[in-house]
């Protein structure tokens, strides 16, 4: 195909192609053009100066993502982005200035990462940017023979992805993505349908693959999974729009993954930072959702309560993954829905490929309408040690990063390089309830680099609080090293112990968004740390850590409440141990109404403290301001004792009870 062979009227036209959807573009990508235009070039958080005539074969920095993201041409769109905002036809002659630059000087293939996803990303920016060129002063500052040209490239670039793609997972679906979209939109580029086919077959069927029964992204990534499921529906729109069927099997796992980016947004629109992650924004992407599939549950995360209907149950376990998602409601209007708590419960395997990190059995907490508990991000892709010597990759994806419980200093599952693990820690005994008024959730880690078995124990009482329940058990006899760390989104955070009753050991952390109060194991230490968090790539801003340790023993229990600041107020935390288990009481004021909660852990055997006696795994007890006991939720439960009065019990291991089922 020549270039006198492409139809640019059709581009630029009345008649242009049926595109699908592409991400909203704001105030960032015209601050991009901007500096596009006077020669500088800020990707992946680094800032170079290059002028108006430079090599796109050189790369001014010592990490190859720069390069990588300067030759997926995002750049491009926003020029032409800015030029349709501005009205200002300058942003489209610097357009085509280096569109003319990038194809005198590149062959395709340039940047080799083992497969063709730079040149999939840049034909999907092409497409992109020819989707604005018609509301942009194009005329006059466009030859049509370099958008002639431009096209005949893309077919070509087309075929060499479609020679080269990655054999599964998310540039596979990025690459065939770019195949469908050069073959949908510019048949000229595929007169004989051969790359329209390949790429609808292959992408349905890798989809299909890389999504999960339950919506989750096979690599365990929220960042990855935001992509994926945004590739996916443009193919669905791109279907729709252009006439070409799709397999009914894939439109239910796109739905799938559609919820769960529904139930891993937080209250304010962003996402928590799971596996290799920058922060982000679905909101877009459930819009389009909701549109696809005529879902009022969409609608209402995509407007963030202002329109559409909530979800009817408040906590969810993903169960092909393992993740499970712990709300206190979704409100019913943007204001209610504002105020939520939620928390995202580790329980899941470790991911495919190389963007999940060592957080198994960790937490988020995003709680008083910001962050309280945060995962790292990723921060680099670059192993190369700095100045100082440190492997940033491995420090992000380690579980010392994250809000779980570190042995002996050792990740769960072993670091090799950038891309490479030992055995991953497997997760085992995982289980969750939603209950009536308190849900809960479990599991245990099993790693293959230490013998102590570590299970920790979610319970959301009243959904008010949390409680985090930490056992650790030596399996060998040997004493080892145990740290509780809990990572807070900035350094505003405070320290306090227990003045009144120092012996207790109780610490409270007072952070803008939520108190975190920590019962240790006797004789443990607590310190507050810095760490890093990192919500865009390669900056990383300082954070504060909660770091409670215990040394030398063979067996800890570790007790810690997380409650928002304006949520019920935990004044107490009695702790005692015995061989048979772990009594705990927690007092505090909710509402300006006291409280208490006896929390019984079992270690197999009938244990009793605080007036309750529990044959079974562990059970809560709510007691109201009078010291009756009103509510009582548990889990392997075969008796419960309130008071030397004993509970009736219903069929069932996970159980929730209530005064009026038992008070009779």
């Known amino acids: 195909m020549s270039a006198a062979d492409v139809p640019v009227h059709r581009l630029l036209g ?19 053009a901007e500096r596009v235009r006077a020669g500088r070039f800020r990707l992946v958080s680094e800032d170079y100066d290059l002028g108006s005539n430079f090599s796109f074969a050189r790369n001014p920095s010592r990490d190859k993502e720069w390069q990588i993201a300067q030759h997926k041409h995002y750049w491009a769109v926003h020029l032409v982005h800015a030029a349709t905002v501005t009205g200002d036809p300058t942003f489209i002659d610097t357009w085509s200035r280096l569109v003319t630059a990038w194809l005198d000087e590149m062959g395709t293939g340039f940047v080799v990462n083992s497969d063709a996803q730079v040149e999939a990303k840049r ?8 989707s604005l060129l018609p509301a942009a002063p ?22 060499y992805v479609s020679g080269h793609l990655k054999p599964v997972r998310n540039h596979r679906t990025f690459e065939l993505y770019a195949v469908a979209l050069a073959a949908v939109l510019l048949p000229e580029v595929d007169e004989d349908t051969s790359l329209r086919t390949l790429a609808v077959t292959e992408l349905t069927r ?14 365990m990534s929220t960042h990855y999974h935001q992509l994926v499921t945004e590739t996916a529906v443009g193919f669905l729109e791109l ?13 239910q796992r796109v739905h799938e993954a559609l919820r769960w980016s529904l139930w891993l947004q937080w209250p304010d629109a962003t996402i928590p930072l799971l596996g290799d992650s920058d922060t982000g924004d ?17 609608r209402y995360g995509a407007s963030l309560g202002e329109h559409g209907q909530p979800p009817a149950e408040p906590s969810r376990r ?24 939620h928390l995202v419960f580790d329980t899941a395997v470790l991911g495919e490929g190389s963007h999940s990190h060592y957080d198994l059995l960790s937490v988020t907490y995003y709680a008083d309408g910001g962050p309280a508990l945060v995962d790292p991000g990723r921060f680099t892709y670059s192993s190369e040690p700095d100045e100082h010597g440190r492997d940033w990759r491995h420090h992000f994806k380690s579980t010392a990063a994250h809000n779980t419980v570190t042995v002996d200093g050792l990740d769960q599952t072993r670091y090799l390089s950038r891309t490479k693990h030992g055995p991953a820690a497997e997760i085992v005994d995982a289980v969750q309830h939603t209950g009536v008024r308190t849900d809960w959730a479990a599991g245990t880690a099993r790693s293959q680099e230490y013998a102590p078995l570590h299970r920790r124990t979610v319970v959301f009482p009243e959904r008010r609080y949390v409680v985090l329940v930490d056992r650790l058990r030596s399996g060998d006899g040997q004493g080892h090293n145990y740290e509780l760390r809990l990572h807070l989104p900035d350094l505003a955070a405070e320290l306090e112990r227990d003045t009144q009753a120092p012996a207790s050991g109780l610490l409270r952390v007072r952070a803008p968004c939520c108190v975190v109060t920590c019962a240790p194991p006797p004789g443990a230490t607590a310190r507050l740390l810095q760490d890093w968090v990192s919500t865009v790539y390669g900056v990383k801003e300082p954070g504060a850590v909660l770091s409670v340790a215990a040394s030398g023993v063979p067996d800890a229990w570790f007790v810690t409440t997380l409650a928002a600041r304006s949520g019920p107020d935990v004044r107490r935390v009695d702790r005692v141990e015995t061989p ?7 007092r505090g004021v909710d509402a300006g109404v006291p409280f208490e909660d006896v929390l019984l852990m079992s270690t197999g055997e009938r244990i009793t403290g605080h007036g309750v006696t529990l044959d079974g795994a562990w059970a809560l007890v709510r007691r109201d301001a009078d010291g009756r006991a009103g509510h009582v939720a548990g889990e392997g439960v075969r008796e419960v004792i309130v008071d030397g009065a004993p509970v009736p019990l219903s069929s069932g291991t996970a159980l929730e009870w209530t005064a009026l089922e038992w008070s009779a």
């Open 580 to 586: 048979e288990g772990l009594a705990v009481r927690i």
């Open 14 to 32: 009345a008649g242009a192609p049926a595109y699908p959807d592409f991400p909203p573009l704001g105030a960032a990508a015209l601050a991009d």
């Open 282 to 298: 679905h909101r877009d992407l459930l819009r389009r959702g909701s549109l696809l599939y005529d879902d009022e549950q969409l």
């Open 239 to 251: 279907c729709d729009r252009n006439g070409i069927g799709v397999d009914p099997a894939l439109r």
């Open 138 to 159: 194009w005329q006059g500052h466009l030859d049509p023979a370099l958008l002639a040209r431009l096209v005949t490239r893309l077919g070509e670039e087309a075929r």
């Open 318 to 341: 993903f169960a092909a993954s393992g993740y499970v998602v712990l709300t206190d409601g979704w409100g019913h209007d943007a204001a209610s829905q504002a105020a939520r708590s």
């Open 206 to 219: 890798n989809l299909l693959a890389e999504v999960g029964p339950d919506g989750v992204h096979i690599e």
């Open 123 to 130: 034909i999907e920016s092409w497409v992109w940017a020819l």
